[in-house]
């Protein structure tokens, strides 16, 4: 695979004044609603902890609460060092540490989630006393003065508690213990909100290493939940962990829970396979790290660690992020999509209506062919960064992590922003201190606006050989007079085109990507697309022995072979002159990014001979470029379906819509 140079992209043959392929749009999750990414500079309104890791955020009132292994911390911009062991709190406009919340806690903290009401957190580790008293795991503080919560009987626990999630009056747990309050439990329980009494709602019970089975070399973890997440309407609960079976049905590392009104049950209609593989047995004994939900519920994500990722010979999912579609079931559920590091961990996700947030040490992102390295289609992500969420592919947001540390394991989405906590001290590469906490307000970010792909009747813009573009109206069946595309350069070396949203992308014989500015009337400068090479990132030292530069997709190398393309909800329609069929490729007009994988969408015979395309509704219509026909086929599914309808034939002259580009007028 060719790397491209910085120089190499920006400079273009004489005749290519045309080209296109940028990113400046994409429908957010479920919908085609228009968003915001976070902004890439975080803000100033938090401390600086001094020492440890991060490993949970909650947001209570006008409080941010964070939890972890850290002992001490400070106001920004203050060198008074204050003792706040392991869970400290501070106002979440100004930044600034609360003095009255200072429990002592003897253990880490694992997670947090608001209390009953906005002055009140419950905290979960591995501790077992605040402030001198016993607690065994869970407490339940008052963010006001950070003392227990008069009423809330903590129940006993005989090991750690990793996750929680509130539901209907109850606060469902996971973890590694056996027993609560001396009933046995099995890494699942639920206590009343406000008294903290053990009831059965949840007493599902966890079982099986995933990895260890007492070998030499193995390595052995604690059997146990890890996280959860509760789905919007209250229905569903996705846990994960190590564990290989859930009430002795097999479940490995992931299992998803019916929430019925009086008990909780394994769902018998959901499994998958995805996690049975091993990763890197010597290190992970279980590598499944975090779950989330989408905010409508259509879908959660998983990331994992793993050591041993993105392997072409396997079905791992290591180092990867993974999608699920709720309404999916069955004995082997697969994913909707996988975004792959690369074998590099992931260990949090966040997901808004915009975006899916992914937290590790990673170096890269759609990056499926690389093994510790950068493989074809790889992007700089390092530590941290924002994923689309129809189809996995990386969206533009990329402010770093540089050091990575052990890598960033937790992201807290609110109204106005994301938290990220870490156990590293800079955003971007060594550019903005922020003590192992950082915020990014959703204000100042990018937009993620509405993608318009154009719509019948409407003008349609193409070539012949000569590379002289021309447009023609067209209602669907009858084209119009042609007329000369004025600006628009020679299109002898375009191959292939469409526009979303005013912008036209196409690829060149050259093996390049571009893009164009169009409004109908005017066509604006060119630009190469190479998110590939970001200028932050591509000269810096990842401290692995390369720097984070990414790698063009295999498509590049493919580009000149190119005979037509069109954009379609987040993929790349494409056919190709030397290997006949339809392919298809996840593509990001907001970031640029084009996917690593490519899929044979049809193998219809006509697709040996076609051209320039493009999709008005439930159509495809496509061009031969021997007879110059235009025809139409019902399009549905991301796929071509039904018979083909010869639409407008080659005209007098012949050519009709023999192309080396055509695409129809999207300014939306």
Known sequence: MRSFSRRQLTFVPLGLAVAVVAALTTASAGNASAGKLVDGAPSTATPNIQNGAVYAIAHVGDKIVVGGTFTEAADRGSSTTLTRNHVLAFDASTGKIDADFAPSLDGVVYTLRRGPDDHSVYVGGAFKTVDGKNDHALALLDTDTGKPVSGFKNPVLNGSVGTMAKHDGRLLLGGAFT???????GGFASVDQKSGSLDSYLDLTVSGHHNYKGEPGQAEGAVGVTKLDVSPDGKTMVAVGNFTKVDGRARDQIVRIDLGPSHASVDDDWATSVYEPTCNTKSFDSYVRDVRFSPGGSYFVVVATGGAGALATTDSHCDAATRFDTSSSGSDVRPAWTDYTGVDSLYAVAVTDTAVYVSGHERWLNNPGGHDSAG?????????????????????WNPGRNPRGVGAKALLVTPDGLYVGSDTDYIGDHRYERGKIAYFPLSGGRSVPEEATGSLPGKVYLAHSDGKPFYRSFDGSKPGAKHSAVGAGNWANVRGAFMVSGTLYYGNTNGYLYRRGFDGRTFGSYATVDPYDDPDWSDVQTGSGQTYRGEV?????????????????GKVYYVLGSRPGLYSRSFSPQSGVVGADETKVSSMARWKTSGGMFVNGDNLYFASRTSGNLYRTAWSGGKPDGSVTTVSGPGVDGKGWKNTALFLLATG
């Open 179 to 185: 027993t609560v309050s001396g009933q046995p439990r």
């Open 376 to 396: 074809p289609g790889a992007v700089p992500r390092p530590g941290v960064g924002a994923l689309d969420p129809r189809t996995g592919v990386p969206l533009s």
């Open 553 to 569: 997709p295999s498509f590049y190398s493919e580009l000149s072979d190119v005979t037509g393309m069109t954009y379609r909800h």
